[in-house]
């Protein structure tokens, strides 16, 4: 059995349900995981969702902000969502594949969508990133009890960090940026390391080689300024490390029309 799990922030789903739809007729994923969906949860696009094949869904939302969702063409339990940093904002859903599921049965998928941080780099007056750095916190201490090396686990998401040189456009002039200063990068990379989980994508487009997942829309043209970063994310459980297929970054979808400032990316998983 192949697995496939798309991940993408989709700066509003009910906006951009005509490219999110597109997507699925390209690659038909069995699990689509959204952040950033920007609604709430009445007035999720659900039923389109259903008309697409995708019958067990996860969602939790906002209006206008934040959410995340797991639609799934294989059934699911203990959809749960954690509310990080005791705030209800709707940044995490995870669910475990079920026994229907046949080789991926027991899988779990984790949504994080990780707070941008603001545009200052300093905890001590910009309360944002301050939560952004809180957030990283309470997963590492989750990871911690999770344990991730005994389970087989997928962890997807807009972790709003793009921790190698290789995954901004300019190391030096993004050093001070949020998203790639030092104390992000390393505490991101400290707490994937720490727990075993492994870059799929690093792991099939290693260094040096470049890699993006976001374009600014400030850029009058961004694919001739291809100044990206590498915001998204999808991390293995050693456990599954081996079965690691394919991955693909879909930049074209950041040239659609009505487009979100993110790329989704499409792993492929051999069971």
């Not at 190698?164 to 104390?183: A, F, G, M, R």
């Amino acid at each position: 059995m192949q697995l496939a799990v798309t991940t993408w922030n989709i700066n509003s789903v009910r906006l951009r349900f005509p490219i999110v739809r597109d997507l699925i007729e390209q690659e038909r994923p069995d699990v689509l995981c959204l952040q950033e969906t920007k609604t709430p949860d009445d007035k999720f696009p659900a039923a389109e969702f259903r008309a697409l094949g995708y019958l067990y869904q996860a969602i939790i939302g906002n209006k206008g902000y934040n959410g995340v969702a797991i639609l799934s063409r294989l059934p699911f339990s203990d959809a749960q969502a954690m509310p990080m940093c005791g705030k209800p904002d709707a940044r995490h859903m995870s669910v475990t594949l079920a026994g229907e599921a046949r080789k991926a049965a027991g899988i779990t998928i984790h949504n994080f969508y990780v707070p941008a941080g603001g545009d200052e780099p300093d905890p001590s007056v910009n309360d944002k990133f301050a939560h952004k750095l809180a957030f990283l916190a309470e997963m590492d201490a989750w990871a911690r009890a999770f344990q991730p090396t005994g389970q087989q686990a997928i962890l997807v998401g807009d972790l709003n960090i793009a921790p190698y040189e290789t995954d901004v456009w300019s190391h030096k002039q993004l050093l001070d940026v949020v998203s790639h200063t030092p104390i992000e990068t390393q505490t991101l990379e400290r707490l994937r390391a720490d727990h075993g989980w492994v870059d799929a994508i690093r792991q099939l487009m290693p260094e040096p080689e470049r890699v993006y997942t976001w374009w600014s829309y400030r850029a009058a043209d961004w694919e001739a300024a291809d100044k990206g970063r590498r915001l998204d994310h999808v991390w293995l459980s050693p456990s599954l490390a081996g079965a690691l297929h394919s991955a693909d970054i879909h930049k074209h979808a950041r040239g659609w029309e009505r487009p979100s400032d993110h790329a989704p990316i499409t792993v492929r998983l051999a069971l």
